[in-house]
């Protein structure tokens, strides 16, 4: 099983973020369970979500403790002491951290692993729309690229469907789809060292 945690602000789109991931996994075959959780429900306040990905049914539930793959689309809850984003983490764990911070850097603030990896995806949407809005799609398709599991195609799909289930123009759903495959791009999928689900070929 790959157990993936996200976490984000009120606003950046976490829960579709990973619910993006869950479709993508189920269209490739695979058993997923997405779910997130709330703390307070205002624009800003922390919020977290999770994704599993399996070849079996998956009947564990509840919080990811000690995830494979840990998401943060904002750099300053990595600081944050109430549900930090490294707990659990350890040094099978790959951390992707939506900053702008030099990479080097970055590693020396998370020393509980040494597979860090980070891009400024902020800076992305941005570009793409003006204003940083929700970060779901870029968000959701950098996870399904760590993973390994998805590929470009089905990753665009299953951005498409939850961005549409949302009531997105379709414009704005192909301009968040076509950000999500320049995202895609951006990262390198995980090695897992443990608890790794049978590939497809």
Do not use: W
């Amino acid at each position: 099983m790959i157990q993936i945690r996200f976490h984000g602000r009120g606003g950046h789109g976490i829960k579709t973020a990973s619910r993006i991931l869950g479709t993508a996994a189920f269209l490739e075959g695979y058993e997923a369970q997405d779910s997130p959780l709330y703390g307070a429900e205002r624009r800003g306040a922390p919020i977290v979500a999770f994704t599993r990905i399996d070849r079996q049914p998956i009947r564990m539930r509840g919080m990811i403790e000690t995830p494979d793959i840990v998401v943060v689309a904002d750099e300053t809850l990595v600081a944050h002491t109430p549900g930090n984003p490294l707990d659990g983490v350890n040094r099978y764990c790959t951390v992707f951290v939506n900053t702008a911070v030099n990479h080097q850097t970055l590693r020396k603030d998370i020393s509980v692993t040494d597979h860090v990896s980070a891009t400024d995806v902020t800076s992305l949407v941005i570009d793409s729309f003006g204003s940083p809005r929700a970060l779901s799609g870029a968000i959701g398709s950098i996870a399904c690229r760590l993973s390994g599991l998805i590929t470009q195609k089905t990753m665009r799909r299953a951005v498409t469907e939850e961005l549409t289930s949302l009531g997105l123009t379709d414009e704005a759903v192909a301009k968040n789809a076509d950000l999500a495959e320049t995202c895609f791009k951006l990262v390198k999928p995980v090695v897992l060292a443990k608890n790794k689900p049978d590939r497809k070929s």
